[in-house]
């Protein structure tokens, strides 16, 4: 998914500073036997293949298709992720907020960077700006149009703070005329950036 940084005021390092701080320290672990280089290769492909916004993709298009499911999502969504294999650190006590037409719910952690990992992955360096996090709470609007989103006047915006304790992330809306896909083509539709709240899923074209 397509790195955004929407936060006007944040310095972010480049791609390849970051890139290059994390081989310099982990070739300080490997020398010093902290860490294995299998290790290391074995994390990263789990949070490339296994980890991600992929499965938060997959539990919502099954939300869209499975009401019951939907509905014990809403309840419970930790145990309802785990129906489908998905959960653990950073997931233990998870909540799912549901968009309608008139309500629309965006997540921010106002403290660090608290985050749904098992659902979402790692998540972006700009959920972890803390212009982001001053800017998601005084003007939730403004950031949304940052990326391309803007709500109608009437829809309420609701702000929900993250923490150690409880990770929220949304149940954004099936996008219109798509009520004919399948779960597969669904789940494609579904962004991180919609798991988070600050975006909605775009609507195919054609539709």
Request: aromatic share 8%; net charge negative; with cysteine.
């Amino acid at each position: 998914m397509t790195s955004h940084n929407p936060v006007e005021g944040s310095v972010p390092r480049s791609n390849e500073e970051i890139a290059a701080r994390v081989k310099a320290m982990e070739a300080i672990l490997v020398e010093k036997g902290l860490i294995s280089t299998d290790a290391i290769d074995y994390m990263s492909s789990v949070y490339e293949k296994e980890v991600g916004p992929q499965l938060g993709a997959k539990i919502v298009a099954r939300a869209w298709v499975d009401p019951e499911f939907k509905q014990r999502l809403l309840a419970d969504a930790t145990s309802a992720c785990k129906e489908m294999g998905v959960g653990g650190m950073q997931g233990e006590e998870m909540i799912v907020l549901e968009n309608t037409d008139t309500v629309h719910n965006i997540v921010v952690c106002t403290l660090c960077s608290c985050y749904p990992w098992p659902v979402l992955g790692l998540p972006p360096n700009w959920y972890k700006y803390p212009a982001y996090r001053a800017r998601a709470t005084r003007d939730p609007r403004g950031v949304m149009a940052e990326f391309g989103y803007v709500p109608g006047p009437d829809v309420e915006i609701r702000i929900w703070d993250s923490s150690a304790e409880l990770r929220y992330w949304v149940l954004p809306q099936q996008p219109a005329g798509t009520e004919n896909f399948t779960e597969e083509q669904l789940a494609e539709l579904v962004t991180r950036d919609s798991l988070i709240g600050v975006s909605v899923p775009p609507t195919p074209a054609g539709v």
